[in-house]
């Protein structure tokens, strides 16, 4: 069974750093593109950032410059390291596995983010 555990989030000051992590374990996890997403209040979740397989990244438009997400085969980790942080960078933040249009996993609990003065 596929377990994805996120970590990392808290509260931090507009400008402000954080680094995420998602350890996964139940797949081969070398082989899978693997993907943030965040979720904010009364809004749908959304793309943040993926990296295949051969570490190819892709950013949403709303964080370019700002993040960078990273990966760790040896620890079957993936890392989201993020800069500059602004309020509306606030929401739960998720990774996941992109499957076309599903995901391998059922979502797991999230690591909640707030940008706030």
């Known amino acids: 069974q596929v377990q994805l555990v996120e970590s990392g989030g808290g509260l931090v000051q507009p400008g402000g750093s954080l680094r995420l992590s998602c350890a996964v374990s139940?797949?081969?996890?070398?082989?899978?593109?693997m993907g943030w997403y965040r979720q904010a209040p009364g809004k749908q979740r959304e793309l943040v950032a993926t990296?295949?397989?051969?570490?190819?990244?892709n950013y949403a438009d709303s964080v370019k410059g700002r993040f960078t997400i990273s990966r760790d085969n040896a620890k079957n980790t993936v890392y989201l390291q993020m800069n500059s942080l602004k309020p509306e960078d606030t929401a739960v933040y998720y990774c996941?596995?992109?499957?076309?249009?599903?995901?391998?996993?059922?979502w797991g609990q999230g690591t909640q983010v707030t940008v706030s003065s």
């Open positions: 990296i295949t397989s051969g570490g190819s990244t």
């Open positions: 139940g797949i081969i996890f070398s082989i899978y593109t």
């Open positions: 996941n596995a992109p499957m076309g249009r599903t995901y391998l996993a059922s």
